[in-house]
T-cell receptor, first 112, second 114 residues
Framework: LAKTTQPISMDSYEGQEVNITCSHN???????ITWYQQFPSQGPRFIIQ???TKVTNEVASLFIPADRKSSTLSLPRVSLSDTAVYYC?????????????FGTGTRLQVTL | GAVVSQHPSRVICKSGTSVKIECRSL??????MFWYRQFPKQSLMLMAT?????????EQGVEKDKFLINHASLTLSTLTVTSAHPEDSSFYIC??????????FGSGTRLTVV
């Protein structure tokens, strides 16, 4: 499984856009990129998944360059409730039973 | 959807006793489930892969005799922490995968061994 590298922590003010970049230099052809959010004492929650270019849903956007060696999670206009740990995972399409390996994650702190 | 229910959400037990944690896929069948462990301020560490009808596959360094996993049906996997000790106190999380829905995680179980 491709290893991922993310910043350990980030700080932001409420209302700002937050971009979290993840490096995955050894990503394989069949690998997808998935981001999860975790609040304290809760299980991770799926945010967004992509393979290439750009993916957008109601909560975030995911930007993936052509070489796919990195990806950027973009959270528009964050609020205090977005304070959480964000994990970038790389692996085979989640339709299979491949195990997920979590990296360190990025601890996002949003303040007023 | 793809809902995974985990029970109990928190448990306190005495040192030397055993504790069972249940993980259920509520609206889908999961032939494979995963068990993770998370210490405070740390990332999730995969403990084992639970396979319905067969033995679990444990990650290196995880004691299979201490962390018993049973996946007796397509909707239920259990993790039993045997002869628990204070160092087993942690946050345990299960997950399951469903086609098109990806991996869904349970809400976690906070185990405290006193």
């Amino acid at each position: 499984l491709a290893k991922t590298t993310q910043p350990i922590s980030m700080d932001s003010y409420e209302g700002q856009e937050v971009n979290i970049t993840c490096s995955h230099n050894n990503i394989a052809t069949n690998d997808y990129i998935t981001w999860y959010q975790q609040f304290p004492s809760q299980g991770p929650r799926f945010i967004i998944q992509g393979y290439k270019t750009k993916v957008t849903n109601e909560v975030a956007s995911l930007f993936i360059p052509a070489d796919r060696k990195s990806s950027t999670l973009s959270l528009p206009r964050v609020s205090l409730s977005d304070t959480a740990v964000y994990y970038c995972l790389v692996g085979v399409n989640t339709g299979t039973a491949s195990k997920l390996t979590f990296g360190t994650g990025t601890r996002l702190q949003v303040t007023l | 959807g793809a809902v995974v229910s985990q029970h109990p959400s928190r448990v306190i037990c005495k040192s030397g006793t055993s504790v069972k944690i249940e993980c259920r896929s509520l609206d889908f069948q999961a032939t494979t489930m995963f068990w993770y462990r998370q210490f405070p301020k740390q990332s999730l560490m995969l403990m084992a892969t639970s396979n319905e009808g067969s033995k679990a596959t444990y990650e290196q360094g995880v004691e299979k005799d201490k962390f018993l996993i049973n996946h007796a049906s397509l909707t239920l996997s259990t993790l039993t922490v045997t002869s628990a000790h204070p160092e087993d106190s942690s946050f345990y999380i299960c997950s399951a995968s469903r086609t098109y829905y990806g991996y869904t995680f349970g809400s976690g179980t906070r185990l405290t061994v006193v």
